[in-house]
């Protein structure tokens, strides 16, 4: 345990300031864009109630408000078309992005009209697993369909906040099972490692997965930012990342028995990763206030304030609030990291895309992923041995809690 205490403290510092964006950052010119066509990420920040865990940019939904959003989320993604960028596949998360069906049916009858899509993924919460609104995003082409469940047991989820908002953990279980088969692909988005979590309830869990047998099932550990986790920690306790190993040892012994295992946390009977846009696209833009884009090397965050964000695209001003601009060895290290997320790093991909001594930037962290056990080496290919899934969670868990931390960051830039 102590290698993975080092390595959680080792990576936390890394992220923290490798993931600092300035609100001084200039970005590059956009006007030429890339070749390939890239992913689009929407972010619809809007949700009823407001869950004390999560660190994503979100606000109480009101509908004259998210009215308006939308009408400035069509400007912004019709200046990405007017610039010449292609998409081939959108993802649109939150927040909740299904709280007003026919505003996303609108949104998706949009990038339809502007890209040749062929995948469209959306988030939800299992309130909104009835016709009223599974009906209007599915007729609007939605093939892809993620459900944030969490856990299925009352008790966590009163713990929570949850049950009084969704139901109880079969209730929920019912509406996922009478809407399997609606979508190409319906993934169960779940969580481990809450301080108030048993060894029990993540048991009864996996037992109801198992049960259910859905086309996939993401299950990540707790990711909270620094102020969440000082909130979580208020509510509910610390956090015990010696449980989280336990836990995720647990969830791969039950669920690789029934899905095959696409990447560290994503365990799927289709084959398909709906989740993970950042590790499925090396390069993504993302529209919508507290979204975030990756291209050329440089990371930027639109504006996290819903009123700001209207105005700008009112305006035509760019919705950017800050930036970083990624050496080549940052580059070289980010792709390192997404491309063990699938199980292997194919090295041939990393030197064609940043040059022969690309590797170089990686001494350091082949030489400690060999020595812990983490990785063996095939030709060009380097792949993760069972402990090396494990260190890569706690790697992905580090970047995604720094990820959260920018969150954080800029929300305070605007409110400045």
């Known amino acids: 345990m102590i290698f993975e205490y080092a390595l959680t403290y080792i990576s936390r510092q890394y992220m923290n300031r490798n993931l600092q964006v300035h609100s001084s950052f200039i970005p590059s010119d956009y006007r030429t864009p890339p070749e390939k066509p890239l992913m689009l990420y929407i972010h619809i920040p809007f949700c009823e109630e407001l869950c004390p865990y999560c660190s994503f940019y979100k606000v109480p939904f009101e509908k004259s408000l998210a ?79 993620s459900v944030g469940v969490q856990t299925f047991d009352d008790s966590l989820l009163k713990k929570l906040k949850r049950y009084h908002k969704y139901g109880s953990g079969e209730e929920i279980a019912r509406k996922l099972s009478d809407l399997q088969g609606t979508f190409d692909t319906l993934n169960i988005d779940m969580m481990f ?37 000082a909130e979580i920690r208020s509510l509910y306790g610390e956090v015990d990342y010696k449980k989280e190993k336990r836990f995720y040892g647990k969830i791969v012994q039950s669920l690789e028995g029934h899905y095959d ?47 700001e964000y209207i105005e700008k695209m009112n305006k035509n001003q760019s919705p950017l609030a800050a930036g970083r601009a990624y050496t080549v060895a940052d580059q070289v290290r980010y792709d ?48 993760l041995t069972e402990k090396g899934m494990y260190y890569l969670v706690i790697l992905m868990r580090e970047f995604f809690t720094g990820v959260n931390n920018v969150r954080q960051h800029c929300n305070i830039i605007d409110r400045d």
């Open 67 to 145: 009215e308006q959003y939308y009408e400035s989320l069509f400007r912004e993604i019709e200046h990405w078309s007017q610039r010449g960028y292609i998409f081939d596949s959108v993802y649109i998360g939150g927040g909740t992005p299904t709280v007003l069906p026919g505003r996303l049916a609108d949104l998706v009858a949009l990038v339809k009209k502007l890209w040749p899509i062929k995948d469209i993924s959306v988030e939800t919460n299992p309130n909104h697993l009835v016709p009223q609104y599974m009906d209007p995003i599915k007729d609007s082409g939605i093939n892809r369909l």
């Open 336 to 383: 390192f990291l997404m491309g063990f997320f699938s199980g292997y790093l194919n090295l041939t991909i990393l030197k064609k895309r940043y040059g022969s001594l690309s590797t170089v930037y990686l001494t350091l962290q082949f030489i400690f992923m060999r020595i812990a056990g983490g990785i063996t080496v095939e030709g060009k290919l380097f792949r």
């Open 193 to 229: 490692n809450f301080p108030d979590q048993t060894d029990a309830m993540l048991e009864y869990d996996l037992s109801v997965l198992n049960r259910l047998q859905g086309d996939q099932v993401t299950y990540y550990p707790l990711m909270p930012s620094r102020s969440v986790k």
């Open 261 to 307: 295992r696409a990447s560290a946390w994503c365990f799927s009977r289709k084959g398909g990763m709906i989740d993970e846009y950042i590790v499925d696209y090396n390069e993504y833009v993302g529209c919508g206030a507290g979204a975030f884009t990756y291209i050329n090397g440089e990371i930027r965050a639109n504006v996290f304030s819903i009123k």
